[in-house]
């Protein structure tokens, strides 16, 4: 027997059989036509119960008790104008407005500061600070709440705009001054550096080229903070008993404490809660977008 026939016998080329590319274009479409697949069904279920709040605010009030599940209906605002007016929710969204706006603007511009004197600027005991002030993200709030409120009635801040807004500022610095201590952490020197060998003071680094450069992160902080201070339920409750600053979700809460529960006008009030924010997310998603991805432009 010889050595040759003893060898292994390679594989043939053209034994293997080739997919064509009608084959690998149905091969690749597959698990993409799955994902697009589980996102529309995820899509769905996310969007009914905003679907469902909008049908329902244009329905009629008779269609509302005859019909509750049926979308779109019968169109007709009369649910709208119930709830702006006799519902006082153009009441409750001023109110909303002067107790988040303010806030939402002095956690940003704290936050930011903050977070560019931990990340950017030497001094003695920095990091011991800087943990202090994260502390605010560890200890609930439920903890001090009850002392808070004796502490505002002493101070004459209680059932006033300023003390809540104080309240909402306060609960929002600690992840405010996380966050941007994390994005001008990874912003590049370089440019810190070519700044101070031209001379610029630390004010002008920080206002004309570490800033602009921030802008994508002040968007997604802004966002944050927006959110969580417009549909915050329990400061409002808590530090504004009388009901004279009564923002749109404290007023959708006595809203439904009578006797008989309106259905239209409830949800028309959701409609005018959830409205702004949706609004603020579709004209900011780019710098949200920006502000995850900032780890990206590290150097």
Not at 110 to 128: E, H, I, K, N, V
Not at 217 to 239: D, M, Q, R, S
Request: hydrophobic share 50%; no cysteine.
């Amino acid at each position: 027997m010889t050595s040759s026939t003893l060898a292994p016998r390679r594989p043939n080329t053209a034994d293997r059989q080739v997919p064509t590319k009608p084959e690998l274009r149905t091969h690749r479409l597959r698990p993409q036509f799955g994902r697009q697949i589980l996102l529309i069904v995820l899509a769905v279920f996310t969007l009914f119960p905003v679907l469902l709040v909008i049908s329902t605010t244009l329905k009629t009030p008779e269609d509302v008790r005859v019909n509750p599940f049926g979308f779109f209906s019968t169109i007709s605002l009369q649910n709208i104008i119930d709830a702006w007016t006799v519902g006082r929710f153009s009441d409750y969204l001023l109110n909303s407005i002067l107790l988040t706006v303010p806030s939402t603007a002095l956690v940003v511009i704290f936050s930011t500061m903050a977070g560019y004197t931990f990340a950017r600027l030497p001094f003695r005991g920095r990091g011991a600070l800087f943990y202090l002030v994260v502390l605010g993200l560890l200890v609930p709030f439920f903890t001090y709440m009850i002392p808070l409120y004796f502490q505002l009635r002493s101070m004459g801040l209680l059932d006033t705009l300023a003390g809540a807004v104080l309240i909402l500022t306060s609960t929002g610095l600690s992840f405010g001054t996380f966050f941007m201590r994390a994005f001008f952490s990874d912003l590049p020197a370089e440019l810190e550096q070519a700044a101070r060998v031209d001379g610029a003071s630390e004010l002008q680094i920080f206002l004309r080229i570490m800033l602009p450069l921030a802008r994508s992160g002040i968007g997604a902080l802004t966002v944050f903070t927006f959110l969580g201070n417009w549909n915050n339920f329990l400061v409002p409750l808590l530090y504004l008993p009388g009901g004279d600053f009564r923002p749109l979700t404290s007023g959708l809460y006595m809203f439904t404490g009578g006797r008989s529960l309106d259905i239209g006008p409830l949800a028309a009030g959701t409609l005018i809660t959830i409205l702004p924010v949706i609004v603020l997310f579709i004209v900011l998603q780019r710098q949200v977008t920006q502000g995850f991805l900032s780890g990206a432009v590290k150097g």
